[in-house]
């Protein structure tokens, strides 16, 4: 009977452990049967799921990995939920898949507003699902997971993946950072977006390596671990890495310190992705722990496309060259392909490891490609044989803190509040996030809004993370000529205020 091949190779390392934190520690033959017995409570009878949407809630650890395993053995379609997201952005992503069961541990479940009974949801626990009986054959090329990401649209689209996307994902990233089944490293990441979910978990699991999960990054609690050599390989987004440096610089871990960093020293790898490392963080980084951060460049349609060598210079500021498998070509505004150093082109790029469709959106998928190549939107050169990024073609898509937003999705939300008659949403470039989100508003009447103020109102329609950081008021939006708002003259407003 032909396995997934995560299924195939856990059986291979069943004795070796798969999760380990403070209380207990679980091995690949325990997920294989939670993951089993979740397949068969899902199954409840039927011979396969036939892609259902099976939407879940479940905290970072060997549960979430049973749960992803348990919908993927039963022939379903996993669509994780963001537990920090707004009830309101939920049930889009709910609708859009149309999900009809959730499974949600009993922690998360408030998470779901009143979703279960607005949209008549089966919502179960993972701990209820159990059982054994025979399980389908799932051929690479069904579809196995769906994730939620912000683009150019109002809303966020769903990218799916294919059992086989994930496979080749999978194995280009443990080959070219050479994972292997000694490895451990730590899981803080948010398990809704494919970092975590890929280049960690299950880049981890294929290698037969140990994940210690984290609800999320606590500075303190990883450190105190990295000094005690808990880990061999780290992977973050750059805000964190600025987080750790402040951690180091902070007087009361003085005395800490040098554990710390020693703990960071004697790991194997350690990667920065999701946003521009700084390069002065990747000097700075290296001159206190000795490792140079190897940097890369992925999207969740694409997975990883460029990263910097394993054995070779790793160039801070720079994304390195395409990986194995990942066919990439800069193209210009005009549309031609661009060849040689210095040439200035959006990334385009197709391969085994390219998403094929947004979910239930023909035409955003029509429109996201050309000719087989899926167009990135990012904006590209080489300089002496590497990539580095320069910037993004949309103004519309900002990214802060990892994560990627819409400016267009914000501004929808804020345009509801009932003292906003227009707004125009930037993000101003922020040394610690990355991006921030700002927000220059036209308040009808004689209305005056406060952030604070206008936070507190957005907290309830979106994920902490969009929410507004500076607003200005203004009397009128800059535009051009046709009438369209002009988001370089918004960002000019921000400037002129600073
Ligand atoms: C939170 N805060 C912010 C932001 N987020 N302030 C400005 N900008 C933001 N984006 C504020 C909160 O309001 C709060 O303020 C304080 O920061 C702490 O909030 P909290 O939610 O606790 O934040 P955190 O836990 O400190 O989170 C920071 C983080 C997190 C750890 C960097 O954002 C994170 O895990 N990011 C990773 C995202 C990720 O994995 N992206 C990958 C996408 P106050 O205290 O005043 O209330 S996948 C992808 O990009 C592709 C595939 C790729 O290449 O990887
Ligand atoms: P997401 O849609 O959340 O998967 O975010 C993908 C986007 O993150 C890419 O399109 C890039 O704009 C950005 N990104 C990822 N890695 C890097 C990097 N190393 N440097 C600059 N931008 C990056």
New binding site residues.
Partial sequence: MTMLPIIERAHRHADRMAFWGPDETHSYADLLERSAGVAAGLLAGRRDLDEERIAFLVPTGVQYAAVQWGVWRAGGIAVPINS?AAVPEIEHVLENASVRRVVASPLLLSVLGDLPAKLRLDVLTPESLEGDCALPEIEPARRGMILF?SGTTSKPKGVVFTHAMIAAQASVLVDAWRWQAEDRIPL???MH????I??VLTCALWAGAAIEPFT???PDRICARVAEGAYSVFM??P??YN?LVAWLDAPENKHHVKQVTGGFRAMRLMVS???ALPAGVHTDWARRTGQQLLE?????EI??ALSNPYSGERRAGSVGVPLPGVELQLVSEAGRVVEGEGTVGEIWVRGETVFDEYWNNPDATAHSFRDGWFKTGDIATIERGYYRIMGRSSVDII??????LSALEIEAVLLDHPDILECAVVGLA?E??GE??AVAAVFKGGARLGLSELKEWAKARLS????P?TLLAVDTLPRNAMGKITKQAVKALFAEER
């Fill in positions: 920090g990401t803080f990441l948010p977006h494919l970092h975590g890929l280049n999320k990054f606590d973050a987004v805000t964190i987080r992705g999701s946003a890369r460049y992925g999207m969740t997975g990883m990214k802060s803190g990892g994560y990627k922020d610690e996030w921030r989100v902490v993370y969009k929410l950081r």
